[in-house]
């Protein structure tokens, strides 16, 4: 069964260093999304991307953040500067035309900013 | 702006319990509703989903009803095994292409044998 696969599971970094975390979507799949979940707080939407573009973001998704689909394959959130409020649970999601189809979630990055 | 609000866990039952996880949502216009669930270890799987007023969604024995009149969509099992230990998130949508989902903050469910 096709799925959403995220790497890597778990990453620690430095506060002020840059991370890049990474997903490969469904391959027939057309909308991109990425979702974060801090300890104990709810899922909190970011971005999606459609088309090579965003298509809606949050407040959440400032200067900071930024999406990417670099080779056809790999949808990557990239930190520029990371804070320690970043450390959460990041989901990569993927659906085929329209959120009503089912958006299918990998199993998700751990950050931890220190 | 839109929100969605669950019910606080942990909830924990024994083996063949009848579970009830409430969740209200806030929205404007006619939004879809989506329970999601997340085993340990594992991303977000989709359970169910209902797309408009009075739809029932239901899979691997749970059930949910879009009530509109009370903006509810409450999540029923009848009979909870140990296999349904997880979290589980109500969540809503708007009817538009790559729209963000809005998530309730997750009830844990516990089951006992």
């Known amino acids: 069964e096709p799925e959403v696969t995220q790497t890597p599971s778990h990453q620690v970094t430095q506060m002020g260093q840059e991370v890049i975390l990474r997903c490969v979507p469904i391959?027939?799949?057309?909308?991109f999304y990425w979702y974060r979940q801090i300890l104990g707080q709810k899922v909190e939407f970011l971005v999606s991307?459609?088309?090579?573009?965003?298509?809606?973001k949050s407040e959440i998704f400032d200067d900071q953040f930024s999406v990417e689909r670099p080779d056809g394959s790999n949808f990557t959130l990239k930190i520029r500067s990371t804070k320690l409020e970043d450390s959460a649970m990041y989901f990569c999601?993927?659906?085929?035309?329209?959120?009503?189809?089912?958006?299918?979630f990998g199993q998700g990055t751990r950050l931890t900013v220190v | 702006g839109d929100s969605v609000t669950q019910m606080e866990g942990p909830v924990t039952l024994s083996e063949e319990a009848f579970l009830t996880i409430n969740c209200t949502y806030t929205?404007?216009?006619?939004?879809?509703l989506f329970w999601y669930v997340q085993y340990p270890g594992e991303g977000l799987q989709l359970l169910l989903k209902?797309?408009?007023?009075?739809d029932k969604g239901s899979n691997k024995g749970f059930e949910a009803t879009y009530r509109k009149e009370t903006t509810s969509f409450h999540l029923e099992k009848g009979s909870v095994q140990v296999s349904d230990s997880a979290v589980y998130f109500c969540?809503?949508?708007?009817?538009?292409?790559?729209?963000?989902?809005?998530f309730g903050k997750g009830t844990t469910l516990s089951v006992s044998s």
């Open positions: 969540a809503l949508s708007s009817n538009q292409a790559g729209t963000a989902l809005i």
């Open positions: 929205a404007t216009g006619y939004p879809s």
């Open positions: 999601a993927s659906s085929r035309w329209d959120l009503n189809t089912e958006a299918f």
């Open positions: 209902a797309t408009k007023a009075d």
């Open positions: 991307f459609y088309n090579n573009e965003i298509s809606e």
């Open positions: 391959s027939n799949h057309l909308y």
